[in-house]
């Protein structure tokens, strides 16, 4: 039981680590997708209006949601491994 | 000098990486069971060799007892397996299942006059100076001791995994490195050639005279 509680808190903080450089990284590349749309495109607003509303379009988009994965990946090959190494 | 350091450390680091990861990742032998034992084992100085007792029992104890399974390789010489749960630590076998893979060992065993041949699935290394043995981890019947082993994916997936990471990691720090700490320390050390040449120029204007 201690050792999968400790397999928890372990894996929670370093896939913590991993989930927040990568939706950090994920929101930059997105940042700098909208401004160079802005540059190309007709320019009707300005500039931070545009990638601010491009931006909270992303927040709430599903491809934001899939970095969740992160969490749900290492489980499922978790539960993949425990069944072909003890049921197989 | 520092070339000889640097190759040294170089080669100790991943002949220890490649050390952790032919001790860590399964391999496949052809065997033919010969008997299975347990016995109590106090652990010493090659206790890290050891994997944990059963799931939910006491982990704490110093000394318990072990399944072990003995075999002779189909290419002759004969091999001694541990067979323990890994549980939920390392290596991340999550292996539970320690007493029915020694039941079905027990149920696999053969003579040399009536051979019957199996691939055992094992991580580990047997060193007889240390008393350390492979862990076992499955079990299959095959045909005969020239049975094929297979290819061994998942260990191609694993090391071109981990060598994709190392790369990409090396290859950031590097442009990192060029962007960043290369300018200023040449900064630094014009600062320094600089401040060299207004010294001698000092002293010459004194010399001069």
Known sequence: ??????????????????????SFYSRAVRKSKLR????????????DTFVQRGLERY????????????YVVPMVVVAVIIYLTNFA | MLTVIRWVFGVTFWA??????????????????????????????????????????????INRDVFFVQARRAR????????EDTGWGWPPYFKFDTSNLQAEAADAKSTADAPQYYAIKHYGWRNEFMSI??????????????ASKGIPY???????????????????????RMA????????????????????SRWLGSWRKK
């Open chain 2, 154 to 176: 998942l260990n191609i997936i694993i090391i071109l995994l981990f060598l994709a990471i190392v790369y990409g990691i090396w290859v950031r720090w590097r442009r990192f």
């Open chain 1, 36 to 47: 160079k749309k802005w540059h190309d495109g007709k320019q009707l607003v300005d500039r």
């Open chain 2, 180 to 199: 960043r700490i290369d300018p200023t320390l040449e900064a630094i050390e014009d600062e320094v050639t600089e401040q060299r040449g207004r010294m």
């Open chain 2, 16 to 61: 220890l990486v490649g050390a952790v990861f032919h001790y860590t990742l399964p391999q496949v032998d052809i065997v033919r069971i010969t008997d299975t034992y347990e016995k109590r084992i106090d652990f010493g100085e090659n206790s890290i060799f050891w994997a944990t007792a059963d799931v939910g029992n006491d982990g704490t104890t």
């Open chain 2, 76 to 83: 002759g010489d004969v091999m001694v397996y541990r067979n």
């Open chain 1, 1 to 22: 039981m201690l050792a999968l509680i400790r397999l928890i808190l372990l894996g929670f903080v370093f896939l913590t680590v991993i989930y927040i450089c990568l």
């Open chain 1, 59 to 70: 927040d709430g988009s599903i491809r934001r949601k899939l970095i969740l994965g992160v």
């Open chain 2, 133 to 146: 043995f492979p862990n076992a981890i499955s079990l299959r019947p095959v045909e005969g001791p020239d």
